[in-house]
């Protein structure tokens, strides 16, 4: 039941960022356009560490997962930080 979610979720949001990726090329021609995509870069980047470092410490001191269970997380994981780099550079297109 876990794999369906995960693989229901993943292709939600891979459809989503190829939504997403055609944005960079008609953004990246420009000054604006660069502020835009290092921004959502950056901050996506700091959520996918974010996550990491939360899921290294709840796996260490809090409940070890198993491996299908950690499959599922770092799925999600890489799914969050692909949502947030989308929708940041929608939120940052608004702001610039």
């Given at each position: 039941?876990?794999?369906i979610?995960?693989m229901?979720?993943t ?6 960022f ?12 420009d ?7 290092t ?27 198993t ?12 799914d969050?930080?692909?949502l ?8 940052l297109?608004?702001?610039?």
């Amino acid at each position: 039941m876990l794999k369906i979610i995960t693989m229901i979720v993943t292709l939600i949001i891979l459809l989503f960022f190829v939504f997403v990726v055609r944005l960079p090329i008609k953004e990246a021609k420009d000054e604006r356009g660069y502020q835009i995509l290092t921004g959502a870069g950056t901050i996506a980047f700091f959520a996918f560490a974010f996550i990491f470092v939360v899921i290294f410490l709840i796996n260490s001191f809090v409940y070890s997962f198993t491996g299908a269970e950690y499959d599922l997380i770092f799925t999600l994981t890489f799914d969050v930080s692909l949502l947030t780099y989308g929708v940041m550079i929608m939120v940052l297109q608004k702001a610039y």
